[in-house]
T-cell receptor, first 114, second 115 residues
Framework: AQSVAQPEDQVNVAEGNPLTVKCTYS??????LFWYVQYPNRGLQFLLK??????LVKGSYGFEAEFNKSQTSFHLKKPSALVSDSALYFC????????????FGKGTKLSVKP | NAGVTQTPKFRILKIGQSMTLQCTQD?????MYWYRQDPGMGLKLIYY???????DKGEVPNGYNVSRSTTEDFPLRLELAAPSQTSVYFC??????????????FGPGTRLTVL
C-alpha cells in the first residue's frame, strides 16, 4: 500500500537560513508526489509536484523539492527562509490504481523566526 | 473564479443532530473530494466523486453521506453527529484533463464541533 511519512512534527529555522522539510514515501510503482502548504485557518495550497523527469522540481514562492529514488525521499527546500513561510506543510503521494486520490502525510509545522 | 467555496465556516452540533456541509466549485472540475483534518493526523479522505452522479467511499466514510447531482456541488451529510466527528472538513476539486496528476484545489474549510 502507498504511504508517505513526514518524520518531523516541527522544523524551526531562522529567517534567511535555508530550510528543509523532509518526506519519505512508499509506493509499489512510479511515485507521483506533491507538496501542499496550509496557512492558519486556510485551506491547503498546492506548491509543487513530481511526476517524471528532472529530480529537482521548482514550485511556488521560491520552494523546490528534490526527488531521490534510491532514498525514496521528496524533501522540500528553500534557500532562504522568510517569516511568512511559517505554516503547515503536507507531503502527498498519489494512490496507486485509484482515480488520482492522494494520501497525505501528517504534516510538518515550519516556524521561521526573525 | 471563486474557486472552491464551503459553507458554513463554523458550526457547533449537539450529539445526534444532522447537518449538511456545502461545497461548490466554479472551475468545471469533474473530480471532487471531502477530507477531514484532525490535529497531527494529516488529511483523511471521506468520499470522492469523479463526476455528476458518481461517488465513492474514501478511507473514513462511516457516519457520512454524499451526493453529486451537478458538476458544481458536492454536499457532505452528517446524519447522526457524534463527538468523533469533531474536525475540520475540507472540500477539494481537480480537473480531469492532463491525466491523473493534476493538483487539487482546496476550499477554506468548515470547523465542526460536536458536543
Amino acid at each position: 500500500a502507498q504511504s508517505v511519512a513526514q518524520p518531523e512534527d516541527q522544523v524551526n529555522v531562522a529567517e534567511g537560513n535555508p530550510l528543509t522539510v523532509k518526506c519519505t514515501y512508499s509506493v509499489s510503482g512510479n511515485p507521483y508526489l506533491f507538496w501542499y502548504v496550509q496557512y492558519p485557518n486556510r485551506g491547503l495550497q498546492f506548491l509543487l509536484k513530481y511526476i517524471t523527469g528532472d529530480n529537482l522540481v521548482k514550485g511556488s514562492y521560491g520552494f523546490e523539492a528534490e526527488f531521490n529514488k534510491s532514498q525514496t525521499s521528496f524533501h522540500l527546500k528553500k534557500p532562504s527562509a522568510l517569516v511568512s513561510d511559517s505554516a503547515l506543510y503536507f507531503c502527498a503521494v498519489r494512490e496507486g490504481g485509484s482515480q488520482g486520490n492522494l494520501i497525505f502525510g501528517k504534516g510538518t509545522k515550519l516556524s521561521v523566526k526573525p | 473564479n471563486a474557486g472552491v467555496t464551503q459553507t458554513p465556516k463554523f458550526r457547533i452540533l449537539k450529539i445526534g443532530q444532522s447537518m449538511t456541509l456545502q461545497c461548490t466549485q466554479d472551475m468545471n472540475h469533474n473530480y471532487m473530494y471531502w477530507y477531514r483534518q484532525d490535529p497531527g493526523m494529516g488529511l483523511k479522505l471521506i468520499y470522492y466523486s469523479v463526476g455528476a452522479g458518481i461517488t465513492d467511499k474514501g478511507e473514513v466514510p462511516n457516519g457520512y453521506n454524499v451526493s453529486r447531482s451537478t458538476t458544481e456541488d458536492f454536499p457532505l451529510r452528517l446524519e447522526l453527529a457524534a463527538p468523533s466527528q469533531t474536525s475540520v472538513y475540507f472540500c477539494a476539486s481537480r480537473k480531469t484533463g492532463g491525466g491523473l496528476y493534476n493538483e487539487q484545489f482546496f476550499g477554506p474549510g468548515t470547523r465542526l464541533t460536536v458536543l
